[in-house]
């Protein structure tokens, strides 16, 4: 199932157009929590590509989606063809 891209998404009620037109390009840091069990500063400096690391989330189960530091959902890991994506499951 294709989604629309998020700049052709309906936008919150009460939000004027302009508003959009205005700030809709602003940038924004967009981060998804991912708890690893026992995960330490020597494992960090050690990571290589490929490397597989288990976490603390059951699998399928949601993690936060995090905009600037804001809390604004949960979503769950899922592949698409050869990419790991998220899909939103719930908006905070």
């Known amino acids: 199932m294709a989604s629309l891209p998020l700049a052709t ?8 157009d302009e508003f959009w037109d205005e700030a809709g390009w602003l ?11 026992q995960f330490t500063v020597r494992d960090l ?6 490397d ?3 976490s603390k989330n059951a ?6 989606v995090i905009v ?18 998220v899909r939103m499951t719930e908006l905070a």
Request: net charge negative; charged share 25%.
């Open 68 to 85: 600037n530091n804001r809390l604004i959902g949960w979503a769950e890991f899922e592949v698409v063809g050869q990419r790991l994506s």
């Open 59 to 64: 699998n399928g189960a949601d993690v936060p």
């Open 27 to 37: 940038p924004c840091v967009l981060s998804v929590d991912l708890t690893l069990r």
């Open 9 to 16: 998404r309906d936008v919150p009620a009460g939000i004027p």
């Open 52 to 54: 597989i690391l288990e």
């Open 45 to 50: 400096l050690r990571l290589e590509a490929g």
